[in-house]
T-cell receptor, first 113, second 112 residues
Framework: GAGVSQTPSNKVTEKGKYVELRCDPI?????LYWYRQSLGQGPEFLIY????????DSGLPNDRFFAVRPEGSVSTLKIQRTERGDSAVYLC???????????FGPGTRLTVL | DQQVKQNSPSLSVQEGRISILNCDYT??????FLWYKKYPAEGPTFLIS?????DKNEDGRFTVFLNKSAKHLSLHIVPSQPGDSAVYFC???????????FGPGTRLSVLP
């Protein structure tokens, strides 16, 4: 079956702009996660959704970052007033339910010039 | 302040031999550990997990060992195959949380 998909695969933007990154989880997966991976580092947890609600958003670095999952399926990560330090690969993962195996998408590489 | 450390950025092993990847953690509240494998341009793929009530978990060629007193875990791959060449991440969580903390990864190269 189809895995987790993320669009776009690459996004180049200018400092100060607004970006949206999309994640389509595996059908039927109720849990969805966003991570950020900087060069040479492991994925860094950002936020976790159970259904439509954010169950844990403790990893969001500041209020420029926001994520939604309005219908409990597709999720969008939104970054306002982008900064060069936001450049990273943003990974999305989904799991059947909490504590089940997380399946990762290929990521969106964000570059802020 | 890295809570999960993988002190070897890279490791090279001959095909057929054992690969041992190490991971150390500092947070004594961590009680669930995972290993992921990542190929270039792909997302990480789950390999194997272990909870703190066990000290070993085995799945085919992959075995994870946990030493709670030393706050250390290791992944053994036997025998190593060229297709195992990838970056391996160790991850940990506490009390059933979904907030996984990942290490920086170790790049494994299995030489034919």
């Amino acid at each position: 079956g189809a895995g987790v998909s993320q669009t776009p695969s690459n996004k180049v933007t200018e400092k100060g702009k607004y970006v949206e990154l999309r994640c389509d989880p595996i059908s039927g997966h109720t849990a969805l996660y966003w991570y950020r991976q900087s060069l040479g580092q492991g994925p860094e947890f950002l936020i976790y959704f159970q259904g439509t609600g954010a169950a844990d958003d403790s990893g969001l670095p500041n209020d420029r970052f926001f994520a939604v999952r309005p219908e409990g399926s597709v999720s969008t990560l939104k970054i306002q007033r982008t900064e060069r330090g936001d450049s990273a690969v943003y990974l999305c993962a989904s799991s059947l339910s909490a504590m089940d195996t997380q399946y990762f998408g290929p990521g969106t590489r964000l570059t802020v010039l | 302040d890295q809570q999960v450390k993988q002190n070897s950025p890279s490791l090279s092993v001959q095909e057929g031999r054992i690969s041992i990847l190490n991971c150390d953690y500092t947070n004594s509240m961590f009680d669930y550990f995972l290993w992921y494998k990542k190929y270039p341009a792909e997302g990480p793929t789950f390999l194997i997990s272990i909870s703190s009530i066990k000290d070993k978990n085995e799945d085919g060629r992959f075995t994870v060992f946990l030493n709670k007193s030393a706050k250390h875990l290791s992944l053994h791959i036997v025998p190593s195959q060229p297709g195992d060449s990838a970056v391996y991440f160790c991850a940990a969580s506490a009390s059933g949380g979904q907030n996984f903390v990942f290490g920086p990864g170790t790049r494994l190269s299995v030489l034919p």
